[in-house]
Structures are given as structure tokens and as C-alpha cells.
């Protein structure tokens, strides 16, 4: 084992320890966890969700209370994610957030080392989700998530993804990654998951788009604030992979060396294989990618709204 995977294991497991000594059955809770590294009958793992209900369960904040929040505003290239974990191991930090209008998946995740965890949530509208509850009841290998049926797959011990229904729109699944007895561990974040949504705001809005594109999603993602970047997207969604525009803001360099000259927004910008790249008056880089005329990048990234005032403060933090 490495020191990284050591000190990764050591986190969760002092973690789930000191959830254990805060539920009604503390003494079994921990007797269980110290069980880790066995394998665990089903009707044992069972019974530790279970206590990681009381422990893990927190009041609902209203959504349309939160959604008067300027922040929570929802627009196309400014996401609300409408679920957050009520519990996480510790050590683990957010690192990622992605959402979309219509049904573009919501996506959130947290990383310690190695480890990760993600939070996604998907529409009932989507053809590809659409069937979850019957995938559901034809899986053998089945647990409860507040009260509702859930499937676990990939459970390889350091890896296991569980898959519910939130309700009639939603379908909600919680990844776990390198981590050590992850089947219990994402049950317990699965068991702590709430309505309480968060917002998306980059510092990137699109402006005007070629004909027959739409705006797809927006993503923020980093360590923290310091290497923050923004992430635009939008496709015909008729052939999204091959009509897709990638607009993207950070503090790197695309690397310009040998590209061609090009006007941009005013000011000298740089063209080669299919990028667009110019950097902004703060110092930092605005790319814009896809297999689309020089013209139509070069005119997206014209159209590009700078947001002076994007939210970064939940990078890097461990809930939010």
C-alpha cells in the first residue's frame, strides 16, 4: 500500500468511527467497521445503513426558498444542481460541478488523493434513464436508500456505484472510488443525499452561436479558487459529438507556439488545429474548440460575457 493509499484509508476510516460513536447503536456500528476488511453478509451491510440514517439524515431546505439566491438563479450557461451529500468521508474535497438546461445530466464531485466520489443526478425524461425503475427490480443485488429500492453494481470492495430513484423525475447514483469497503461507504452518502441544490456560476456566459447549436453545459472545476477554470459547451443536438464548440477559461496556456495570428475579441489571438485561443485582460486564457470554421470560433469567441464575479469559494472545500 502507499502512503497515499494509506493516508486515504486512515481519513475514511477515522471518519466513519466517529459517525459510529454518534449513532443510537454506536458499539455495533463500530464493531462493524472494524469488520472492514471482511466480507460482509448483505443482511449485515443492511443493518449498518440503517444506523447511518439517523446519523446521516438532515433537514431539507426548501428548493424554491434557496432559488431566491442570486447564485441559484438557473440559466443555461449558469446550472442549478438540485442534490448535496449530507455526509462525505473525511479528507474528501468538491472539485467539480456540471449541469445544463433540459436533461443534461448534473454532475458533482469530490476527490481525497485518489479516492473520489460523485454525486450525479439524471432526468426520467431521458430515454437512457428512463427505465431505471425496471432495471432496478431485475437486479439481484438490492439495498434501500430512504425508504426506496436501489441497486448496487460494480462493487469490486474498493469501488461500487448505487443507483435510485429520487422521485418520479429524478434518478440519482452515488460513485465510489479507491477507497477501502466502498459498498458501505456509498450507501452512507447515498442515505444522507437532500434536495438541497447549488449553483453553477463561471465566469464565462456564451454569447451568440453559430446556426443550429445550442448551449449544452457548463462546468467549474479545480483544486480551489487558485487553479479555478470554466467550461462551456454546445452541440446540434442532433449529432452533438461531431458538431461540438468547447469554450474554456484558466489560468494555463493552450500552448500557442507555431499557431497562426488571428484577431480575437480586438486583440491579437492565436488559431491551430481547431483552436482559437487569446488571452484576456486578466491575465488569463480564453480557448474555443470544435470542428467548426476558423470563422465561426474566432465569431463565438467574439461573443464570449466575461463574469467578473464568478463563484470559486466551494473549490477545494469539503461540502458546500
Same mark, same amino acid.
Not at 104 to 120: D, H, N, Y
Not at 140 to 160: E, F
Not at 202 to 229: H, I, M, N
Given at each position: ?105 448534473? &454532475?458533482?464531485?469530490?476527490?481525497? %488523493?485518489? !479516492?473520489?466520489?460523485? =454525486?450525479? #443526478?439524471?432526468?426520467? *425524461?431521458? @430515454?437512457?434513464? $428512463? ?88 462546468? &467549474?472545476?479545480?483544486?480551489?479558487? %487558485?487553479? !479555478?477554470?470554466?467550461? =462551456?459547451? #454546445?452541440?446540434?443536438? *442532433?449529432? @452533438?459529438?461531431? $458538431? ?77
Amino acid at each position: 500500500m502507499t502512503r497515499s493509499e494509506h493516508e486515504t484509508e486512515t481519513l475514511i476510516r477515522d471518519s466513519l468511527e466517529r459517525l459510529a460513536a454518534r449513532a443510537p447503536d454506536g458499539y455495533a456500528v463500530r464493531d462493524a467497521l472494524a469488520r472492514a476488511d471482511r466480507k460482509r453478509r448483505p443482511s449485515a451491510r443492511l443493518a449498518l445503513a440503517a444506523a447511518a440514517v439517523v446519523v446521516l439524515v438532515v433537514g431539507v431546505v426548501a428548493g424554491t426558498q434557496l432559488l431566491t439566491r442570486p447564485d441559484l438563479a438557473p440559466a443555461a450557461s449558469r446550472p442549478v444542481l438540485g442534490y448535496s451529500p449530507g455526509w462525505l468521508p473525511d479528507g474528501f474535497t468538491e472539485q467539480y460541478r456540471e449541469g445544463g438546461p433540459g436533461t443534461t445530466p448534473q &454532475v458533482r464531485r469530490w476527490f481525497a %488523493g485518489a !479516492a473520489e466520489v460523485t =454525486l450525479s #443526478a439524471y432526468s426520467t *425524461a431521458d @430515454p437512457e434513464w $428512463s427505465q431505471t425503475e425496471l432495471r432496478i427490480a431485475s437486479i439481484r443485488d438490492q439495498v434501500l436508500v430512504n425508504g426506496r429500492v436501489a441497486m448496487v453494481t460494480g462493487d469490486t470492495g474498493t469501488a461500487a456505484l448505487i443507483t435510485w430513484l429520487a422521485d418520479d423525475d429524478h434518478v440519482l447514483t452515488a460513485r465510489v472510488g479507491g477507497v477501502p469497503d466502498a459498498r458501505v461507504v456509498a450507501l452512507w452518502i447515498a442515505q444522507g443525499v437532500t434536495a438541497t441544490p447549488v449553483g453553477v456560476r463561471g465566469e464565462l456566459r456564451f454569447g451568440p452561436l453559430p446556426a443550429g447549436l445550442t448551449e449544452r453545459s457548463a462546468a &467549474v472545476k479545480g483544486t480551489g479558487p %487558485g487553479d !479555478a477554470s470554466t467550461e =462551456l459547451t #454546445a452541440a446540434d443536438p *442532433a449529432r @452533438p459529438a461531431e $458538431s461540438a464548440v468547447r469554450v474554456t477559461a484558466s489560468a494555463g496556456s493552450p500552448g500557442v507556439n507555431g499557431a497562426a495570428p488571428v484577431t480575437v475579441r480586438g486583440g491579437q489571438g492565436f488559431f491551430a488545429n481547431g483552436t482559437v485561443a487569446v488571452r484576456l485582460p486578466s491575465g488569463r486564457w480564453l480557448t474555443v474548440s470544435g470542428a467548426r470554421p476558423e470563422s465561426e470560433l474566432v465569431a463565438v469567441a467574439n461573443g464570449v460575457q466575461l463574469d467578473p464575479t464568478p463563484d470559486y469559494r466551494w473549490l477545494g472545500r469539503a461540502t458546500s
